[in-house]
């Protein structure tokens, strides 16, 4: 199994993304749409924040049903922080895309990111919802992608193939990130669907699997979003026999590749980032330890804006590592940027690390910090923080 | 009580801070020392970090007596995860310092800061210490304090004084900040000494109700230090009959506005900071809520280059806030640039943005949130994240 970074046709699903004029640049795409044939198979995944926006909430509520026959999503403002006038947008727009597609407003959800403390312009979202209704095609998942950008770089897309029950079985999906991608929940927006007949509950435990180890384990700058929906879909169109336990556990290892390549994505383009770097923590006594510790480094600004410098600053490592309150012993660990060793015996390898900075360099590297006191191990992934995150972000207009 | 941010004598005590080529730029003074006439009472609080320096377990241990005489401090290196040869170099340094002054080992404490994995020259350390105690002088705190800077652009002094016991009590502190100065022992070193006659345990005790509304309530990057340390000494020279209960409360008030506005110094000196942000959070259902809610604020990112940008951007702001587990209705906070009320019944006030966003161009302002749900109050002071954060940090050298 190959995942893509690429739109691929979904059977019993049709996607487009249109300018409805929601956001500040004019003729930019701000309204996507992916519209089952059917009512699908559906579950979500959402913020876990106390200020949650009025979508998230309505999304939550309509999902619980596990079927969904209309996503919508609009990017130009995250309609949250927006009080009672928030949620009557909320319902206002997917009673607007359940009139297109002619199905009942309890099957709709609409996903919104932005500007948060700000409502959009319902009858502009209105009228790109008709466009967008009129655009849709099989093809059209990458005009999706597009139009939930808000300050990404580039759409975010993942796709792939198996075969399950007999039938040819395809997995794709979109995202949206750049800022505000926290180590929970660390997404903004992101949507996978699937051709493969499977019931809601069966969609509830796959992603509940594949978020750890994909939107849950990435971070930009470490500040959770309002907005955060993760929703899988199966429209069942692919046919097929039930699947045997081995076809399921591989259908549900596609969905975690999918999501993981989605995530990557989203740290790869991240506010002002110049690098992806996967932070591994190997060693720790608890799984749960090593995670606590791997967010503190992927999180340090210090460790981050050494990344930047291509400074293998293991002070600065350490420092994080041993900040978060998780128990162990600085003689026994070994710290690795790529296959360069930099500390080990509670020292700094002094003539390692002109290499490991000339390793720093690179689009991509791995930090690995192994703690010798256990088995427990969790990976992160991360990006540099530049002066062009401080740029984007202090000029960035509410 | 007025306290300034300036040296001034103490009786009991000499001060000193010399150049001794530990910096990488030559004379920078880079050794400081304390002395006390006589063993003073003491009293320090240390790093949490798991990772702790040499310095640091050393001066835990002998401060466990509650006395010290001599307290030296050195930039240029932190002697942290610096293995064996570390605790060697900070005994070694400890001794030539208890040689110069004539007294035992077990009172001399040394402190490090500087970069991490990197031993200093002890025979370098020794001369300067040589010189440090020739200079020695009641007028030398703000030498000391210059010694001990590393990316601070200013010394940080703070002094006051009180009577107490019919006697004329002064108090004055010395330390050092700039990075790595998390919420929690947020600071590199500090230094407070009076002249009041203070049982260790007395002084214990004031250190610990010190610290949460001084160190432990500022951050500038959210990165604990290996280092942190805060010592506190009484040489008892200023005579007079024992305090009243009154008194005594005054003088750990005293204390205790000495070490906050050391720790102000420190945020306002923050590494690239632009911007002192007081981040005040009330009507939490508990103090530790509210603090948590506070540090969260003040730690974010994107709440920090919107504070850099001028940018009061309530999305970011209640973003954090919700971020961090603590449970509150969103439609029932109000938040506050200085005295301008930006939202309110769960909306954005978007007319008083303009003056908040004026208010923020001003070197200090407040952030306020009243989420109305308690009397749960907690203060940060943070700073902005610049440009220049990111400057000192991807190129400071290993």
Redesign the interface.
Known sequence: MEVRAEARAVPGFRFAGVAAGLKTVADRKDVGLIVADAPAAAAGIFT?????AAPVTLAQQRLRSGRVQAIAANSGS?N??????GMKLALGSCAAVAAEAGCGEELVVNCSTG????LYDLDKYRSGVRRAYEALSTDGLAEFAQAIMTTDTTPKLASTNLRMGGARITIAGAAKGA??I?PNMATMLAFIVTDAAMPAAVLRRILANAAPQSFNAITV??????NDTLILAASAAAGGRKPTAGELAAFEAAVGAVARSLARQLVYDGEGATKLVTVEVRGARTVAGAARIAQQIAN???VK??F??N??????I??????C????D??LLELWIDKIRI?A????L?EA?PAAAQAMRQREFTVRLDLKQGTGRFIMMTCD???D???I??????
Do not use: W
């Open positions: 876990t924040n106390q200020v949650k995250a949250c922080f927006t009080g009672k006038a500007v948060i403390g700000h800022g505000m926290a700058d470490g500040d959770m979003s309002t340090s600004p210090l804006t050494a930047f410098g400074d293998p600053n293991v002070g600065r350490i420092g994080a590592a041993g900040a309150g998780v128990r162990f600085p003689d500390a015996r509670g020292m700094i002094v690390l923080l530049s002066y995150y401080v740029k972000n202090a000029e960035y207009t509410t």
